[in-house]
């Protein structure tokens, strides 16, 4: 039985994926974890060491998993009980862009069962065996005050929401948090925004042939950032019962940002520039490491490009040095 990963996430509907009993589960995990996992190649938060550490943690104490992955199933099956299953066709073309990200961030041959449930401006990916579920928030199809519809994300934003979600996915972050804690958690971000930065890349280069690869990514900067940029402005709204008008919020706080990846730079400077005690880093610095990404052989590795084909790329451990000023802990 392969085994990519130790989702604590349930299926809504069952019936048609059956989740094995928990002493099979453990059996599989004590496998699987033999040789240890291996991180993705644009892991940021040295997953990779990590990954190695956790299975020896599930090698040596399963039960310690058991006992994590039962109450991450109760919070789970309380958060997501009202989700719907989007298929194709509904909810515009929101099926085919989570299939993107899934292809652009795992890779081809899985299949992903898409969601979405009355949870505030969020979203979540969980891959297990060969099976990814997402969950996305359906207030950003439906403003949660008026019930009417929005369009909040364009598609793009949308590959690139899913991508970050994928990301942490790929990662494997649930099962480093369950089996190390959440120390340095926050870093993970890094990894999963790394992540969504490839998945709109590539889908900036498939809609748009005529596209560099350079082009694409400074326009996929710009989407990750105003992606992540709205969900803050949604949330900051909720609490007034301020209803944010989409339409001109895109026309006018991003008309700028979006012409240069310098603009993005100013639209990332939060009003506070520092949030104590965040699970996640601040835009700008999210900002900052996209671009270092964007710009290094690493990122043109990943997108299966020949770096030495493009000049003046960041290498590996040029790319190791920009990040560290950013990393914290
Ligand atoms: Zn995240």
């Known amino acids: 039985m392969s085994f990519q990963y130790t989702g604590i996430y349930w299926l809504k509907n069952g019936s048609e994926f059956r989740f094995p009993e928990m002493s099979e589960y453990i059996a599989c995990v004590r496998e699987s974890m033999k040789q240890p996992l291996q991180a993705p190649e ?7 060491e990590k990954l190695a550490a956790a299975s020896k943690v599930f090698q040596d104490n ?5 006992r994590q992955f039962n109450q991450g199933l109760e919070q789970i099956q309380q958060d997501f009980k009202d989700a719907e299953l989007v298929s194709y066709g509904s909810y515009r073309n929101l099926y085919g862009l989570c299939l993107f990200a899934v292809r652009a961030v795992l890779g081809p041959g899985i299949d992903p069962m898409i969601y979405t449930a009355k949870f505030v401006y969020n979203a979540n990916a969980v ?26 994300f364009c598609e793009e934003e949308l590959v690139a929401l899913v991508g970050h979600e994928l990301g942490h996915a790929a990662c494997r972050h649930t099962m480093l948090k369950m089996a190390g804690g959440t120390a340095g958690a926050i870093n993970y971000e890094y990894s999963a925004d790394r992540a969504g930065l490839l998945a709109c890349t590539k889908y900036l280069m498939d809609k748009n042939p ?4 350079r082009e694409a990514a400074e326009k996929a900067v710009i ?6 940029k709205k969900i803050d402005a949604a949330v900051k709204a909720v609490p007034k019962k301020d209803i944010v008008d989409w339409h001109v919020y895109n026309q006018t706080a991003f008309q ?12 990332a400077v939060p009003a506070n520039p520092y949030r104590a005690g965040s699970t996640h880093p601040i835009d700008i610095h999210r900002t900052r490491a996209l671009v270092y990404f964007s710009e290094s052989e690493l990122f043109c590795r990943c997108l299966g490009l020949d770096p030495s084909a493009f000049p003046n790329l960041r290498s590996d451990k040029m790319l190791q040095n920009d990040m560290s000023g950013l990393l914290i802990g």
């Open 256 to 267: 700028n940002a979006q012409e240069t990846v310098e603009g993005i730079f100013l639209a």
């Open 42 to 48: 644009f892991a940021a938060a040295g997953e990779g």
């Open 223 to 228: 989407y990750m950032v105003s992606m992540l």
């Open 127 to 152: 891959c297990y065996l060969n099976k990814v579920w997402i969950y996305i928030s359906d207030y950003f199809f439906r403003d949660m005050i008026t019930d009417r519809d929005i369009d909040m």
């Open 210 to 213: 005529g596209l560099s690869y």
């Open 62 to 66: 399963p039960w310690k998993l058991r």
